[in-house]
């Protein structure tokens, strides 16, 4: 039997931080708002030039020296992402080219939050089929891009950033399980209306910089699909909640979060929480997550670990793994 591994994480973080009291003075909104309804404290920006690639780029190169392997070694980029440097090449093309890994396959998957959970479930299947002996998958973002700054129902929340994680074939286990799911129905609570073949929409005033949310019932439908989601991973898995040693939760909200411990019966002890610090960086979060996890040393080898996301799409998506 063929798994995939873990075999090195990395992440980057923009320069800029952007603290609430800065959105104080955007938007009428209050730091104290903002931290009791989302648990965010302050979040990274993009400088201006600096994309969603070359994010991607650094998280890339920290991530292949951890785990020790040469960029020329990679068989396979898998980049989940909503904001490309680009219509085309995809972003994972670009990386690509500058990482020295030229030849392999290389392909973006837009899943918005659950960009990053996707694109390890898309690599998974390449490496457990044999396809493949070692991928990157890579979760990067500049959603600060697509923000309008005075929104403030929607500008508070998200952040710039990327993660990876080097994929290696292995006999010992690994991913034990990924679970991808979506349901486009509930595309008008969660999207951005610009568009290509729908047209740029130059009709809308700030249609090119606007992710349209209707929070309150994204929270409701999250709360429960990862509530479900849980269930599904743990039996596909053949484990149950004693047997997770930690929850890598996908950054959106801190009480999004603090339900899916309780349904784990994990105390937040055993959750890794970022969004204080990066706000939600959609498809960044898991891995970014992830890799302050490694590199502070709570996660440790041999340690199981509970992966998921929810985003636009509505998407959804969780692996349980080995570390
Ligand atoms: N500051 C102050 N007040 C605000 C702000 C703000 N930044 N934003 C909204 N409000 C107001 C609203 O106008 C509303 O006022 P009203 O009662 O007078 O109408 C009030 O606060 C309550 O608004 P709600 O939207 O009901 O607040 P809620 O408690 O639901 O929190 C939030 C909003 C934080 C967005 C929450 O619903 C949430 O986190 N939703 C889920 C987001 C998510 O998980 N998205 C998925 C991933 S994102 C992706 O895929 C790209």
Redesign the pocket.
């Known amino acids: 039997m063929i798994y995939s591994r873990i075999a090195g994480t990395g992440s980057y973080l923009p320069e800029q931080i952007v603290s609430n009291a800065d959105l104080e003075k955007l938007?009428?909104?209050?730091d104290e708002?903002?931290a009791s309804?989302?648990g965010i404290r302050e979040r990274r920006k993009a400088a201006e030039g600096e994309t969603t690639g070359d994010l991607a780029f650094h998280a890339s190169t920290r991530a292949l020296e951890a785990a020790g392997v040469a960029a020329s070694e990679i068989e396979l980029i898998v980049l989940g992402t909503t904001t490309p440097d680009i219509i085309f090449p995809s972003t994972a093309c670009l990386l690509q080219h500058r990482l020295g890994a030229n030849g392999c396959a290389a392909f973006d998957v837009n899943a918005?939050?659950s960009g990053f959970m996707y694109a390890l479930g898309v690599a998974d299947q390449f490496v457990r089929s044999g396809q493949v002996k070692k991928a990157l998958v890579v979760g990067a973002e500049t959603l600060t891009r697509m923000l309008d700054y005075s929104d403030?129902?929607t500008c508070?929340?998200f952040g710039d950033g990327a993660g990876a994680v080097v994929l290696e074939a292995s006999s010992e286990p690994g991913i034990l399980t990924t679970r991808l799911h979506a349901d486009g129905g509930y595309k008008h609570l969660?999207y951005n209306p610009v568009g290509v073949s729908a047209g740029f929409r130059h009709d809308e005033p700030n249609a090119g910089v606007r992710?349209m949310?209707t929070?309150?019932e994204?929270?409701k439908v999250?709360v429960k699909t990862l509530d479900r989601m849980v269930g599904e991973t743990l039996n596909a898995a053949g484990m149950a909640e004693k047997d997770v040693d930690w929850l890598i939760p996908h950054q959106?909200?801190l009480r999004?979060i603090e339900a899916t411990a309780k349904r784990l019966k994990l105390p937040m002890e055993r959750v890794i929480v970022t969004v204080d610090r990066h706000g939600?960086t959609?498809s960044g979060s898991v891995p970014l997550a992830l890799d302050e996890a490694v590199r502070s040393g709570k996660v440790q080898r041999g340690q199981n670990l509970l992966l998921e996301a929810?985003?636009?799409g509505f998407t959804w998506a969780s692996a349980l793994l080995r570390y």
């Open positions: 938007v009428d909104t209050t708002w903002i309804r989302t918005a939050c403030r129902s508070v929340l969660l992710v949310m929070g309150n994204v929270f999250a959106a909200n999004i939600n959609s929810f985003g636009g």
